[in-house]
């Protein structure tokens, strides 16, 4: 099934804001999508897309992957949302010793929102030591700024945690769970004919196709918490429709309703922006949301032109996966997209 609402999305490849998008839409259990268009490259040849073409989710990643981590070991006991940085890792200087999990996943925790880590790092290793090297910008739950910086460090504190390389956590907490078919940081070679090329690389002299477009993660060898995994619109569907069923899929719990309730507390109250843990709650008039979403509707986006929103008051959720860094990332039309396409959607589906 289809809706009028995707002419925005197919209009916005025509005009070669992206050379290719994914559009999927579930309303009260009634899946529209997933639709295509464009194709994988700008480039005289470059396959068309096709309903599970695989997209660099960029930082759809940590609400998929470290987000959903992270709830699943507060509903163990294992993380406590108040422990604070220097008492989850080594070598924590005493100016970060104080930030709580909670302010990382909040995105309050003072640290910047991004720096050049992989100018800086030598290896992997050196990626949390350089992180924790860099000035404070702000007294820690003061204000919100989105920091990629911070969920790197999440990324690390869930391995201690649990003795498991994030890699594998991701894969047995998230991917098996959810029977996710086509989502995995560094996708294998077999499927890249289906993965959409993004942005020019200097440093590998390449338009990368399945290596990671964030700099930083790919100092992490392309596992990180911020960004790195790759995944489909029907991957992101069964996630998003477990996030709807309660955090069941088939019966089974993979989220117990008592965390689940904790992602409609906005952690951020008077700051400003509205945050829970990991997740965006809506906030009109500048949501990429758009203006009709529920205020307890949670959503992320990805650098690279991807989103997801999710709004269990309306039994909505809508996923965009476009490449719009390709083939350079100045083009800032998914902006303007974003808003207006899911205003198209809620008053196309519920005559708003």
Known sequence: MSLKSFQLVEEFVQKRNASAAVALVSHRGLQYGPVAFGRVAFFPGAEPVSPDTIFDLASLTKVLGATTIALRLLGEGVLDLDAELGELLDGVPEDKARITAAQLLSHTSGLPAWAPIYELAAGPEQVVPEILKQPMEYEPGTQVVYSCLGFILLGRILERLTGTPLQDLVLERVIKPLDLQDTAYNPPEAVLPRVVYTEWCPRRKQFLRGIVH??????????????????????????????????????????????????????????????????????????????????????????????????????????????????VRTNDAIIRLRPAFHDAVVKELLQV
């Open 214 to 327: 964030d700099e930083n993660a790919q100092a992490l060898n392309g596992v990180s918490a911020n960004a790195g995994l790759f995944s489909t619109a029907s991957d992101l569907a069964k996630f998003a429709q477990m996030i709807l069923d309660g955090g069941r899929v088939n019966g089974h719990a993979v989220l117990s309703k008592q965390v689940l309730s904790l992602l409609s507390r906005c952690y951020t109250q008077g700051l400003n922006d509205r945050r829970t843990l990991g997740w965006m709650l809506h906030n009109p008039p500048d949501s990429s949301g758009g203006r009709l979403l529920s205020p307890s509707a949670i959503g992320h986006t990805g650098f690279t032109g991807t989103s997801l929103w999710i709004d269990p008051e309306k039994e909505l959720f809508v996923i965009l996966l476009t490449n719009r860094v390709h083939p």
